[in-house]
């Protein structure tokens, strides 16, 4: 314990020095999120101070092992340094689909060689990844998927779409899962990373509800995947066919993900804030929206709790397995709550739709988005099978 | 502090489940006890089983002969309190009064806690005016009469009222109805002249009592802490007991969502498991999230109130109220999902809707809760 507080004095000081003002501000747009990436650009100098410092020092993956980049930080410690930077209100100084889902599948599966090239770039914001699972015909599905990878000795040959890929227009590499046996449905998959540069790869962006969208269409069309990309770098990971194992396990950081359990900004109450909005509009708060405002608090809050501790017991091995899936279902389902309750208080101001005032209609189309949290990553539906079945053990079906 | 339990406290809720279990359970104590119409609506043999294992003191300082453990260690033992609905005085006495006694002088100590520590006597707490719970109005008053007090006034909802050996009751010593200054809590003992109990037995079969003081005198060493500085007390007291009604409800949510997972399990209609339809599944596992979520809300609340965290009394009503709504669920759709036998006093189940009853409403429902928790915020 007198290390943790050794540690939480070190790191305060060290924040207090290389964390610029600017960066301590709220994330208001998607230019206030640095992804890297090949072609990244910053939007600001502060925005690349922050980052080169927690890329020198480890912190864009605080808790991966120094030689592949991170700060190799124990579970305890790294906890500390994210309630430091949540104290002071610290951006993320990378944010990457590299860091949150292929990283955690190449420490677990990869081999040395892949670790040491990819994740070593993502550490670094070298290269951006995008994930390729989604296919028109396979949605909650997702086993029954069609992009197939024929065998041409030393290349697969790829050929199909993707749907959903976030930011497929924008990434430098994609982790893509491919049908290499169409006998097995299961133990016919397996996992690739190619170059999105790779001729016969395209994509096309899709528009949503919400007016626009990181989502693609990503097509491969007679796309040639090398084998390996140099010595112990295969161009899989896992075996080859065992894909669905490695998605499978990246399904639960996904959800994880998804569920905010990580996040500040999900797992706090809105009243005080609402009544602010209520006030600024010069009225004042409905009772009754008082009193939802109120009851949203509790579980937004109790939810907090939860998302704590199923953290601290994924750190330790005591988390049930299928957790994420409930954590995912509860936290979409508050977060959707949560904008609803936005856009009553809100009211005609918060329907406008391209004003300055509400700079370019953000609650309507951050209202809007949120109702794709309980369809992406597994529906709440098929969350609620999972919990229904591998928690409770219910029978059948 | 990780937000899961100790190897210790591990240890102890393997020592505790099991003895609950056998002890503790739905025949052995609630249905025995109801069935014989008991006055006291619990078994003192249990409570001093309690006591031997230390459980009684678990709250009360080393020093003073408890095992000086925590909110955490006690929501352990009041979990399985729940989930067996073990009608006991544990609650009432080892958490309310013992976190109250924490405040009083030697003097008080001494004279209360020998009995708890070995199970001779139980205790209650008198803090309700009416059917609602509303503490910070309290009207009951005690004026100064020569070196002490005359206490007159009325309680309600008062536990086991007429069993207690002694009650602590907040009382108004100056001020007005709604101010937070001026109270005072007193050690009330049974014998004390102008105690008047009405006892009531309530859905949950157990007992309270409206208790009348018609000018009951009291010396000045019946105060527990300062006078007029009572509201710390009462605010400890509170807290304490509201984080263990929140653990005992997650013991009840837990005690009825297995109770109905298994029952999912084994009911067989149009030649399936009814755990086989997926309209159940979705509704069984919806309620496991929220239960889990109260838990840890629980859990955390209680965590918060050892190491005497500012957020503590926030977190308090966010679990206390949480806890009323997962439970509440836990036992509608136990009812409900049980179908006809669900509604027979044959079949356990109806018991847990009883108790969640009574013990959300026991120091706040999640109405009272969740509005505190918009105060506390600030809105």
């Known amino acids: 314990m007198a290390d943790l507080t050794q540690f939480r004095e070190q790191t305060r000081t060290w924040l207090q020095q290389n964390c610029p003002p600017e960066m301590r501000e709220p994330v208001r747009s998607e230019d206030d999120i640095y992804w890297g990436g090949r072609d990244a650009r910053f939007a600001s100098e502060a925005q690349r101070v922050w980052f080169e410092a927690c890329r020198d020092k480890g912190y864009t993956v605080p808790a991966w092992p120094k030689e592949y980049g991170g700060a190799g930080l124990s579970p305890p410690e790294a906890k500390v340094l994210r309630e430091e930077m949540a104290r002071i209100g610290a951006r993320p100084p990378l944010s990457s689909f590299g860091i949150w889902m292929l990283g955690p599948a190449l420490l677990h599966f990869g081999t040395e060689g892949q670790k040491q090239r990819f994740l070593r770039e993502i550490a670094r914001g070298e290269v951006r990844w995008c994930q390729g699972y989604s296919e028109p015909g396979s949605g909650s599905d997702l086993v029954s998927l069609q992009t197939s990878g024929e065998d041409r000795g030393d290349h697969w040959l790829v050929n199909g779409q993707k749907v959903w890929t976030s930011y497929a227009d924008k990434c430098d590499w994609i982790f893509c899962l491919v049908r290499t046996d169409r006998e097995n449905k299961y133990r016919g998959i397996t996992f690739m990373l190619f170059d999105m540069t790779t001729p016969g790869v395209s994509t096309k962006p899709i528009k949503l509800i919400s007016g626009s969208s990181p989502f693609c269409e990503t097509f491969f069309d007679d796309v040639k995947v090398p084998k390996s990309y140099g010595e112990d770098i295969p161009a899989q990971v896992g075996e080859v066919n065992r894909g669905w194992d490695v998605a499978k396990y990246l399904l639960g950081h996904e959800r994880e993900m998804i569920s905010g359990a990580d996040s500040s900004e999900r797992t706090a109450g809105i009243g005080a804030a609402m009544k602010r909005v209520a006030e600024g509009g010069g009225g004042s708060l409905d009772p ?28 330790v091995g005591k988390a049930h397995p299928a957790q994420p899936n409930m954590m995912k279902y509860a936290g979409t389902e508050l977060n959707k709550r949560r904008h609803e309750l936005m856009m009553a208080v809100g009211g005609s101001r918060a329907l406008e739709w391209d004003s300055e005032e509400t700079a370019g209609g953000k609650p309507a189309r951050d209202w809007l988005r949120t109702k794709a949290n309980s369809i992406e990553g597994g529906t709440s539906e098929i969350m609620l099978n999972v919990v229904a079945k591998r928690i409770l053990d219910l029978p059948g079906g | ?172 010593t100056s001020g007005e109805d709604g101010e937070t200054d001026g109270i005072t809590l007193f050690a009330v003992p049974r014998d004390a002249n102008g105690m008047q109990h009405q006892p009531v037995r309530l859905v949950d079969s157990s007992v309270a009592t409206h208790t009348r003081f018609d000018g009951v005198e009291l010396d000045g060493d019946a105060v527990i802490g300062e006078v007029d500085g009572g509201r710390v007390v009462l605010d400890a007291m509170l807290r304490a007991g509201r984080v263990g009604a929140a653990a005992e409800g997650v013991g009840v949510a837990r005690g009825a969502m297995d109770m109905t997972v298994g029952y999912l399990k084994q009911r067989k209609q149009f030649g399936r498991f009814i755990g086989e339809f997926q309209a159940l599944q979705h509704r069984a596992a919806h309620l496991y999230a929220e239960v889990e979520i109260a838990r840890a809300a629980v859990m955390k609340a209680a965590q918060l109130l050892d190491a005497g965290a500012e957020q503590a ?42 108790r969640d009853r009574a013990l959300a409403e026991f120091l706040g429902d999640e109405h009272y809760h969740a509005g505190r928790v918009a105060a506390l915020s600030g809105y």
Not at chain 1, 288 to 315: H, N, T
Not at chain 2, 317 to 335: C, D, H, I, N, T
């Open chain 2, 1 to 172: 502090m990780p937000l899961y339990h100790t190897d210790d406290q591990q240890m102890l809720h393997d020592t505790v489940a099991p003895f609950m279990a056998e002890e503790g359970g739905i025949a052995r104590q609630l249905r025995h006890w109801r069935d014989r119409d008991c006055p006291d609506g619990f078994g003192h043999a249990l409570w001093r089983q309690f006591a031997e294992m230390g459980f009684t003191g678990i709250l009360v300082a080393e020093e003073d002969g408890g095992l000086g453990m925590g909110h955490v260690e006690a929501g352990i033992l009041l979990e399985e309190v729940g989930r067996n609905l073990t009608p006991s005085p544990f609650l009432a006495t080892s958490v309310l009064v013992a976190s109250a006694l924490r405040h009083g002088s030697d003097d008080v100590r001494g004279r209360w806690l020998p009995g708890l520590l070995s199970g001779e006597t139980v205790y209650s707490a008198a803090i309700d005016e009416g059917p609602k719970h509303r503490p910070e109005r309290i009207a009951c008053r005690a004026e100064r009469s020569g070196n002490g007090f005359r206490l007159t006034g009325q309680k309600d909802f008062v536990l086991h009222g007429a069993s207690a050996d002694m009650i602590v009751v907040a009382a108004r």
């Open chain 2, 313 to 354: 009394d926030l977190m308090t009503s966010v679990a206390k109220a949480k806890v009323a709504k997962a439970a509440r669920l836990a036992v509608q759709e136990g009812v409900q999902m049980h179908g006809g036998i669900g509604m027979t006093d044959e079949y356990d189940i109806g018991f847990y809707m009883k």
């Open chain 1, 288 to 315: 009754l929206l008082r009193a939802e405002l109120a009851q949203f608090d509790v579980d937004a809050l109790a939810y907090a709790c939860m998302g704590e501790k199923f953290l601290d017991e994924v750190k």
